[in-house]
């Protein structure tokens, strides 16, 4: 390999979907990839998009430039500053991804665009960048031209140590992001439930909130607290990049265990958890319901449905039947079950309100829930406001926001099976995978192909009365060939696994 091509791979591989991601910290299974001088290149590849997006000279900018509490976050912090100097830039400190898409929209702030340091829930050796315009989260071909442009600013220096770029002198200008934002989330609140003492509309709301010493803290003193809630019981609200308590990541089993216990022990009426970056959220009911995926989507969509009767609701493609069931029949909604990835499926909501086909909501299992109210920020806040709202207005009425969605049913079963491909070429070999799976599928009775499917292979099954869906798809960015599958029946699962286990056993490139 030439010292160019190293020199270029060595930005290229740090794209992940539309965001920058790598290695900020070498460990025994991981090497650096993510250093302070790429950062710095980026970022001032990100400032020359802008001018050339904007149409506004580069020192005409302005860029608003914030962090979570991962322990790289200085050091990247003060590279993305130095490649960005040749505009203004605001330093608005520790802070949440969805602030910082705030930052663009808010008429205070008003940044022509903003870049938030953080890999969301991913390790603590792990870092990353993600970007923001006036037109939201940039998309996976923007980053390309960035990169593109960053290659070009940093080829000079191809095959020597890469340098950082040439200060120009400016300093970043301190920004009370945390403050601008928290005042708007509190207005939304207040103009929301509009309670007899308007500037306290959570008095006698008791929420436990557990940042998983991620950027979201301030969530539970600045905004809840200052609204007249208790939030005693609040955990791991301090920001600590080693992440000492659990991973902040509201799929994670451990970590909803432990806000689940939180609310509990506290007796509390509520309970909401973050990332670390705070674009994902969770709740969990006073009685312990852990409230994520398939359900938040539920509860979410049961408030739509109140405001917006018809609207559409787009999902991934790992949604149940039984939501599918609840969001159609008991809500009347319209549901569109997209792809994997939560710019996709948030894209899709974009693009049916283009079409004339009102869309409200976009969210990803993964508590990736973005409002059209909201300009479609995936924001784990806004997620957590609806609820609190509603159940603020609820709770003065006599009634329970678990009400919303008592009737949603559950599947019995849930399982995901992950196949490395142990090939290099994984891409065909997963797309040759899949077209024999329809093979076989077709010529299997109990198997039924779902149309429309909009990723991998999705079939519903009928085994003896034993029902449910299998879904077989390839990972976005990663040699890997996930399988999932559920079952309305105990034993489901490993029924319907044993009579797929013929086809897996034909292929020596997969790995359990």
């Given at each position: 390999m030439t010292a160019i091509s190293t020199f270029e791979t060595g930005f290229r591989r740090l794209q992940n979907g539309n965001d920058v991601r790598g290695a900020a910290i070498a460990t025994e299974k991981e090497p650096l990839t993510l250093t302070p001088q790429l950062a710095a290149w980026i970022a001032k590849a990100f400032a020359r998009f802008l001018a050339e997006t904007t149409g506004k000279p580069a020192n005409a900018l302005k860029i608003g430039l914030g962090h979570d509490s991962r322990i790289t976050a200085a050091a990247l912090m003060q590279a993305s500053a130095l490649g960005l100097s040749e505009a203004r830039v605001f330093d608005c400190g520790l802070i949440t991804t969805p602030a910082m898409f705030q930052s663009v929209i808010l008429p205070e702030s008003d940044?022509?665009?903003?870049?938030?340091?953080?890999?969301?829930?991913?390790p603590f050796n792990r870092n990353g960048l993600k970007f923001f315009t006036k037109q939201g989260a940039i998309s996976h071909g923007d980053l390309d031209r960035i990169l593109d442009i960053a290659i070009e600013l940093a080829r000079p220096f191809a095959g020597e140590a890469l340098p950082f770029p040439e200060d120009p002198g400016s300093e970043p200008l301190p920004f009370d992001l945390q403050g601008l934002y928290s005042a708007h989330m509190k207005q939304i609140i207040c103009?929301?439930?509009r309670a007899a003492d308007y500037a306290h509309p959570l008095a006698g709301l008791h929420i436990v909130?557990?940042?998983?010493?991620g950027a979201s803290g301030f969530f539970a003193t600045d905004i809840l607290e200052a609204l007249g809630a208790d939030i005693s019981g609040s955990q791991f609200l301090d920001p600590d990049g080693h992440f000492p308590n659990h991973i902040p990541n509201p799929e994670n089993e451990t970590a909803m265990r432990s806000i689940r216990e939180a609310v509990l022990a506290a007796k509390a009426d509520l309970g909401v958890i973050f990332d670390c970056d705070g674009d994902r959220g969770a709740v969990v009911f006073a009685d312990g319901t852990e409230v994520n995926?398939?359900?938040?989507?539920?509860?979410l969509s049961a408030i739509v449905a109140e405001t917006a009767p018809g609207s559409w609701v787009v999902t991934d493609s790992v949604t149940s039947d039984e939501l599918a069931d609840f969001l159609e029949n008991d809500l009347h909604l319209h549901h569109l079950r997209y792809r994997r990835g939560y710019k996709n499926v948030i894209d899709r909501g974009i693009q049916l309100n283009e079409e004339g086909s009102p869309c409200e909501l976009a969210i990803e299992t993964?508590?990736?829930?973005?409002?059209?109210?909201?300009?479609?920020?995936?924001?784990?806040?806004?997620?957590?406001?609806?609820?609190?709202?509603?159940?603020?207005?609820?709770?003065?009425?006599g009634g329970r926001?678990?009400?919303?969605?008592?009737?949603?049913?559950?599947?019995?079963?849930?399982?995901?099976?992950?196949?490395s491909i142990l090939t290099e070429d994984f891409a065909a070999y997963g797309q040759q995978v899949l077209a024999d799976f329809t093979e076989f599928c077709n010529a299997e009775p109990a198997f039924h192909i779902v149309e429309p499917n909009y990723e991998g292979v999705r079939i519903s099954f009928d085994l003896d009365g034993v029902r449910g869906w299998v879904l077989v798809r390839m990972s976005?960015?990663?040699?890997v060939l996930p399988v999932n599958l559920e079952s309305s029946t105990v034993g489901g699962c490993d029924k319907v696994w044993a009579r797929l286990m013929p086809f897996w056993n034909r292929y020596d490139k997969l790995q359990a």
């Open positions: 940044f022509d665009g903003s870049i938030m340091i953080t890999a969301s829930h991913l103009d929301s439930v909130v557990d940042s998983g010493n995926r398939n359900t938040l989507i539920a509860l993964s508590g990736h829930g973005a409002f059209r109210e909201n300009h479609f920020s995936d924001d784990g806040a806004y997620i957590a406001v609806k609820i609190i709202c509603r159940m603020a207005r609820m709770k003065a009425e926001i678990e009400d919303l969605i008592r009737d949603l049913r559950q599947p019995a079963e849930a399982r995901e099976v992950r196949f976005l960015h990663d040699p």
